[in-house]
């Protein structure tokens, strides 16, 4: 587990992106703390410097929706999900849990989904 910050320095609706094995971005969406990989599937742009949008994050090069609940695509340009990363705090310290294993489709998913049930 890697300590990011404290909950106190992440403030509803905004991010912050660490560089572990690979850079990860951290959202407070809402009150819930997420972490996905930085990068975007699409091309070389950070996430963490996107916008914020219920559970969703768009891209701030080309406009991809990332659900920040599993990671996938909502719409194009981006095809690929990117990886999700597991977070929990403790006194006050946000910890992220950076994921090992390779970003994997889910069998018998699209590349995107068209769903954005929680952008409002
Ligand atoms: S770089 Fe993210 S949608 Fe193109």
Do not use: W
């Amino acid at each position: 587990m890697i300590p990011v910050c404290s909950v106190d320095e992440l403030p509803v609706g905004e991010s912050i992106r660490i560089t572990a094995d690979v850079p990860v971005a951290i959202f407070n969406a809402d009150g819930e703390i997420y972490a996905i990989d930085d990068t975007c599937s699409h091309q070389d742009a950070s996430l963490a410097d996107g916008f914020l949008e219920g559970c969703f994050v768009e891209c701030p090069l080309h406009a991809a929706l990332f659900d920040l609940r599993t990671g996938m695509p909502s719409c194009l340009p981006a095809k690929k999900p990117v990886r999700t990363h597991p977070v929990f705090v403790e006194d006050g310290t946000i910890y992220v849990h950076v994921a090992a294993q390779p970003v994997v489709q889910p069998a018998g998913q699209p590349e995107f989904a068209l769903s954005q049930e929680s952008v409002a």
